[in-house]
Every structure is written in C-alpha cells, then in structure tokens.
C-alpha cells in the first residue's frame, strides 16, 4: 500500500528563517511526486512536479528536492504570504487511474 | 488556465437528506475525482471517472455515490447524508494520461 508521511505537522517560523518541510513516502514503483500549496478555505494549488531521485525545482523562495524515500520543500527566507498548507503526494506506476495518494500536510505559519 | 467550479462553498444539510454536489471542468479533461479532506486525515479518494458514464470507487466509497453524463461534469451524492460525512470536500480534473491535478475550491458541507 502506497503511503506518504509529512512533517512536521505544524511549523512556524519568522521571516527571513529558512527551513525545510519533510515528505517521506513508500510506493511500489514511483511514477511521480508532487507538491501542492493549500490556502485556508481553498483548494490545493499546484506547486512542483518531481520524477526521479536528485531531481530539484526551484519556485521564487520555494526550492523542492527529490531522493529515493523521500523529498524535501525548502523555504528560504519565507514571508508572511508564504504561511499555508503544503501538501506532498505521489503517483505509483501501478495504482489504476494514475491516482495521487496524499499525506496529512505541514501548516506553515510564517510570523512578521 | 483550466478551472474547476464547484457550486457550493458553503452547504448545511439535514441528516437523511440526499445531497448533490456538483463540479465542472472547462478544459475538456477525461479524468475527474472527488475527494473529501479531513483534518489528521488529508486528502482521501472517493471516486474518479475516466471518462462519459465511466466511474471507479476511490478509498473511501461508501456512503456516495457519482454520476458523470457529460465530460464536463461530475457529480458527488449523498444518498442518505449522515453527520460522518461533514467535511471539506474537493474536485479535480486532470488530462488523460497528464500529470497532476488542478482542483476546485472546495465545497464545506455540515451535515446537522
């Protein structure tokens, strides 16, 4: 059974303090990972694509990097705007429909 | 940009009622899902189309059922609503054989 694990839960930084947003996951046979950002009352907007291990992609202060178990979302000096949900999901090669298996999140808040 | 509506954000129904929640894509998308989205829980599939009067059971079926007539539209029911099923609920649309979602806005649904 795929599965995919985040964490923390919840983080909360103060601007300009970089950190990282943890995904670990277990498929059989990744097809591909994604990163969506999730705004309270919303729904989940589309980040990053990611679809082999040392792959990276860089979005304005995001930056999100790819390994066999597991991937990571920097942030690098976030800002307030930046407080959210983010959430990590994967495609397995062998699930039927190509569907996203998704973890619990990390609420970021971001303080001024 | 592909948009997917969904009617309601807000809805309040009586337990026992039948509910309908409809989504609709505008960027001539096979694929379509509903998922509800709870808190510890993330997101969880109930059902997806591939396609015109084609559906498959997700996750977390029981309870819902769908209904697609036309490429555009799929539709969540809510047989018999039952105070389990308030939660935050989400559509999304993809092309057959693309990668990642693009979703609603979500529709809130408090079954009293």
């Known amino acids: 059974e795929d599965q995919v694990t985040q964490s923390p839960e919840a983080l909360r930084l103060q601007e300009g303090e970089s950190s990282s947003l943890n995904c670990s996951y277990t498929v059989s046979g990744l097809r591909g990972l994604f990163w969506y950002r999730q705004d309270p009352g919303k729904g989940p907007e589309f980040l990053f694509t990611?679809?082999?291990a040392g792959e990276e992609k860089e979005k304005e202060r995001l930056k999100a990097t790819l390994t066999k178990k597991e991937s990571f979302l920097h942030i690098t000096a976030p800002k307030p705007e930046d407080s959210a949900t983010y959430l990590c999901a994967v495609q397995a090669l062998a699930r039927a429909g190509n569907m996203l298996t998704f973890g619990g999140g990390t609420r970021l808040m971001v303080k001024p | 940009d592909v948009k997917v509506t969904q009617s309601s954000r807000y809805l309040v129904k009586r337990t026992g009622e039948k509910v309908f929640l409809e989504c609709v894509q505008d960027m001539d998308h096979e694929n379509m899902f509903w998922y509800r989205q709870d808190p510890g829980l993330g997101l969880r599939l109930i059902y997806f189309s591939y396609d015109v009067k084609m559906k498959e059971k997700g996750d977390i079926p029981e309870g819902y059922s769908v209904s697609r007539e036309k490429k555009e539209r799929f539709s969540l029911i809510l047989e018999s609503a039952s105070t389990n099923q308030t939660s935050m609920y989400l559509c999304a649309s993809r092309k057959g054989g693309g990668w990642g979602y693009t979703f609603g806005s979500g529709t809130r649904l408090t079954v009293v």
């Open positions: 990611l679809y082999s």
